[in-house]
């Protein structure tokens, strides 16, 4: 499942608006028009999607922030939704003013524009979406969605996991590249190289713990703190104990040594190590900002 955020052009929201009370109406995609993740709704991409879910009977939920497992989150539906030549366009009812405290807040924030992005969650069914070439793109090209499965809309201050998502559009966007036989520079192969090998770095370094050896039970007096039988009985002073001679290493105990040794506990780590795993990581997403803004699929 994917999401998309623009900017929310909040038409109307509200009693004040003409509306009745807990009703918005807004933008919530705006047609050939390039996100930031390089894709582009064309007109017609909502119209089977709309009609599926005519034909079920269901509203669309309205859902803040894409917090589909917060039940109060569902904060209302769509009463209406259309194709214009802009984008898609929503009438939206929240329900539960009284009830949901979250359904209030948002619709303050709405009525008083300091909410002003909306999202909606879609998937790409098969042939909905295809990349288009153009050599005098930044990217080489854009990802084009002629068809999508809509699954919520809703207002947001941010997307969610948006970093997350933006670093896998990068990805497709090189697969997509890759399957259509484009060739990389020397350059750009440096690039993908040096960021193979950091995703491998950081990887090693989040390796998790093996489970440790369990320790050796106590059985000599000194250890366990009990005394002797002799000792015990009164009759005689307890005899000093002699020097014991030093334990052999079993194969097992080496063993364990050994790996104690070379996997050390990532909760125990140094601050170096530490620092060098964020480091790895930073020269990562380092690499891949580098390559999205300068590197061309095309010789």
């Known amino acids: 499942?994917?999401?998309?955020?623009?900017?929310?052009?909040?038409?109307?929201?509200?009693?004040?608006?003409?509306?009745?009370?807990?009703?918005?109406?807004?933008?919530?995609s705006v047609f050939n028009n390039e996100d930031l993740y390089g894709d582009v709704v064309?007109?017609?991409?909502?119209?089977?999607?709309?009609a599926d879910w005519a034909a079920k009977g269901d509203d669309v939920p309205v859902i803040w922030a894409h917090q589909w497992s917060d039940p109060f989150s569902?904060?209302?539906?769509?009463?209406?939704?259309?194709?214009?030549?802009?984008?898609?366009?929503?009438?939206?009812?929240?329900?539960?003013?009284?009830?949901?405290?979250?359904?209030?807040?948002?619709?303050?924030?709405l009525k008083g524009r300091r909410v002003t992005q909306f999202s909606f969650a879609y998937d790409v069914p098969n042939g909905g979406g295809a990349w288009v070439k153009d050599d005098d793109h930044r990217w080489g090209g854009y990802y084009e969605l002629r068809q999508v499965d809509l699954h919520e809309v809703g207002p947001c201050l941010l997307g969610v996991n948006r970093e997350t998502e933006l670093l896998a559009a990068k990805?497709?966007?090189?697969?997509?590249?890759?399957?259509?036989?484009?060739?990389?520079?020397?350059?750009?192969?440096?690039?993908?190289?040096?960021?193979?090998?950091?995703?491998?770095?950081?990887?090693?370094?989040?390796?998790?713990?093996?489970?440790?050896?369990?320790?050796?039970?106590?059985?000599t007096p000194e250890e366990t703190g009990q005394p002797g039988s002799?000792?015990?009985?009164?009759?005689?002073?307890?005899?000093?104990?002699?020097e014991p001679a030093p334990a052999k290493a079993t194969p097992e105990e080496t063993t364990?040594?050994?790996?104690?040794?070379?996997?050390?506990?990532?909760?125990?780590?140094?601050?170096?190590?530490?620092?060098k795993a964020g480091a790895d990581s930073l020269r990562l997403r380092s690499d891949l900002e580098l390559?999205?803004?300068?590197?061309?699929?095309?010789?």
């Open 74 to 109: 569902h904060i209302g539906h769509v009463v209406k939704a259309v194709e214009t030549l802009q984008g898609l366009e929503v009438t939206g009812q929240i329900d539960d003013l009284e009830e949901n405290e979250t359904a209030a807040q948002v619709y303050r924030l």
């Open 1 to 28: 499942m994917r999401t998309m955020e623009v900017t929310a052009k909040v038409k109307a929201a509200g009693v004040a608006d003409g509306l009745a009370e807990g009703q918005f109406v807004a933008l919530v």
């Open 291 to 299: 390559l999205e803004l300068e590197v061309s699929l095309t010789e």
């Open 230 to 242: 002799a000792a015990a009985s009164g009759d005689t002073p307890p005899a000093q104990p002699s």
């Open 171 to 219: 990805a497709q966007r090189l697969a997509t590249g890759a399957k259509a036989g484009r060739v990389l520079s020397q350059a750009n192969y440096d690039r993908l190289a040096t960021a193979h090998e950091s995703i491998g770095e950081v990887l090693a370094a989040a390796t998790p713990e093996k489970a440790r050896p369990e320790a050796a039970p106590k059985t």
């Open 42 to 50: 064309r007109p017609g991409a909502f119209t089977q999607t709309l």
């Open 256 to 275: 364990s040594t050994t790996e104690d040794e070379t996997t050390p506990d990532l909760r125990e780590a140094s601050p170096v190590d530490a620092a």
